[in-house]
């Protein structure tokens, strides 16, 4: 016999959980008991938003699902944020809710909450756990849809009781994962369009990938000449200094390369999302007659045709498909219009200058020049990102960790994330003064647990995005944008980090490293002027 959250923990440890990320509570004390000599690594944060986050990204990192614990009511509407992510961005992650006793639903009992109402838009599945025994079936039913097709987040709510009742049940071995089916037909077909192409453009993101995979695209696209361009903030799919690499399609894309998309007559789609961010607001391609032939590869069946209609689909992992492709003869001559592509990119890396004593396209390009190619990078939402979007080259598979649903936030906890998950390399969380101030108080969690990430906060004392669309849409009537901000550095070694300020950028570089040294939490403030605004624009007035 064993209660209920020993067995709970016991399931986790058959699906190869290490680390679960938590915020307490009395709805899931038995979880608690069962974790205390389990060997899982339990991860002590300081709001569910940031806990979620950071199960989020440890799903992108790893591949598999990323686990976080939080409480009823409050506890699980704060996670909400990092569930929202987790979707979005096809990411395999599980959230534990604790939930009132049985006997108390339907009451509006102390913080109850009905989880799949609340959640249902936003996972792929929600459940109610209605008897201890039946665990087992649930948690490997979690794990199991969290990872199929199109991955993504599943809520499983867990009541009180149910946790604190003892059942004698057995441990469930993990479902066995799908094997790869992809014929030889398919391939050839995607061949065959490819070859009646004159201006081709391949289109890689989405969920799967690994390290492998992307050597296998670079093989694919430097043997047939393709130019290749990624999906929102999946710069790292593909090493950006190849040849076949074009840009992203990311939110403030290069418009050579917005202007080769409406261009091209065919589009090879591998596991992205036709979205409205990779396709301007559903602008560079036209909903209603798309004018070229798109081949498109999803695991979920239901994403290709979703929006645009395809010529081809293939309900495969991009990863299994690419495999193949990168094994195919040539089928086409490119070569021109590869070119071209490249030096599009090629001309949008030469930085634009941006006022100020310390001008951001600098730092980025010096990051990218000095930090190891195997270095994590992550960041939130805000017009900071674009620099790094712009002016950063990813060398490597797993070093952008980054939300493609725009969450503010997100940076730092995803650092906390990567830093715990890779403690022998080196994280870097680019934000933003609005950005990095929504979870900072993750920077007590990072402490205690040892994870040692460098933030890099931009500060130009306003949420910037938001001041740019307003400039342009309402010029001159500022409003909601302005921001007091705390002196950053002093902040971090408060918490028992390190801090320091850079007002030169001559002295980021030491700045920086000494950061890395320090081995512990660390934040280098950067003292922007307020007229920087973004990669292409400066602000005329305060």
Not at 504 to 530: M, N, Y
Request: with cysteine.
């Amino acid at each position: 016999m064993r209660h209920g959250g020993r067995i709970l923990v016991d399931q986790l440890k058959a699906q190869g959980v290490g680390r679960v990320f938590s915020v307490p509570g009395e709805s899931f004390l038995a979880v608690l008991d069962g974790l205390h000599d389990s060997g899982i690594e339990n991860v002590v944060c300081r709001h569910e938003g940031g806990a979620a986050m950071m199960a989020e990204a440890t799903g992108k990192l790893t591949g598999r699902p990323g686990v976080a614990l939080v409480t009823r009511g409050p506890g699980a509407t704060n996670a909400s944020s990092g569930v929202h992510v987790a979707r979005q961005d096809s990411t395999p992650m599980v959230l534990f809710v604790g939930q009132i006793a049985r006997g108390h639903r339907d009451r509006e009992a102390f913080q109850e909450v009905d989880y799949r109402a609340f959640f249902g838009p936003l996972a792929k599945w929600v459940a109610e756990v209605d008897a201890t025994e039946r665990l087992p079936e649930y948690v490997n039913r979690a794990f199991h849809v969290a990872m199929s097709g199109r991955p993504g987040p599943v809520v499983l709510a867990l009541p009180e009781d149910v946790l604190s009742g003892a059942a004698a049940v057995p441990l469930l071995a993990p479902t066995a994962a799908p094997e790869a089916a992809v014929s030889e037909a398919q391939v050839a077909a995607l061949l065959e369009m490819l070859g009646r192409a004159e201006r081709p453009l391949v289109i890689a993101g989405g969920p799967g990938w690994s390290a492998a995979a992307a050597r296998d695209l670079q093989r694919f696209a430097e043997a047939q000449g393709l130019p290749v361009a990624v999906s929102f903030r999946r710069q790292d799919y593909l090493d950006n200094r190849s040849p076949a690499y074009v840009g992203d399609l990311g939110v403030g894309a290069n418009p050579r390369l917005a202007a080769r998309v409406r261009a091209a007559d065919c589009l090879l789609v591998l596991g992205a999302r036709l979205s409205d961010t990779a396709t301007g607001g559903y602008d560079w391609i036209d909903v209603a007659a798309p004018g070229k032939a798109i081949a498109h590869v999803h695991p979920d069946p239901g994403v290709p045709g979703a929006v645009y209609r395809c010529d081809l689909a293939v309900t495969a992992r991009a990863p299994d498909v690419v495999a193949r492709l990168a094994q195919a003869p040539k089928a086409g001559d490119w070569g021109a219009w590869a070119a071209e592509a490249r030096a599009d990119y090629e001309a949008w890396q030469r930085p634009r200058q941006t006022p100020g004593a310390v001008k951001l396209e600098q730092v980025v390009a010096w990051l990218s020049d000095h930090l190891p190619d195997n270095a994590v990078l992550t960041n939130g939402a805000g017009n900071y990102a674009a620099w790094l979007h712009r002016y950063f080259r990813f060398k490597r598979f797993g070093t952008q960790v980054a939300p493609t649903s725009g969450s503010m936030g997100y940076g730092f906890p995803a650092a906390v994330a990567a830093s715990l998950q890779h403690p022998d390399r080196t994280v870097v969380c680019l934000a933003g003064d609005g950005c990095f101030q929504m979870t900072l108080n993750e920077m007590s969690t990072a402490v205690q647990a040892g994870a040692a990430p460098v933030v890099i906060v931009c500060n130009n004392g306003r949420y910037g995005t938001i001041r740019m669309h307003q400039e342009k849409t309402y010029p001159g009537r500022v409003s909601g944008t302005e921001l007091a901000n705390p002196d950053f550095a002093a902040l971090a070694r408060a918490y028992g980090g390190f801090g320091v300020v850079v007002e030169d950028g001559a002295a980021f570089p030491e700045a920086f490293s000494a950061a890395v040294a320090a081995g512990v939490p660390a934040v280098v403030e950067l003292r922007l002027d307020r007229g920087m605004l973004s990669t292409s624009a400066d602000l005329a007035g305060p």
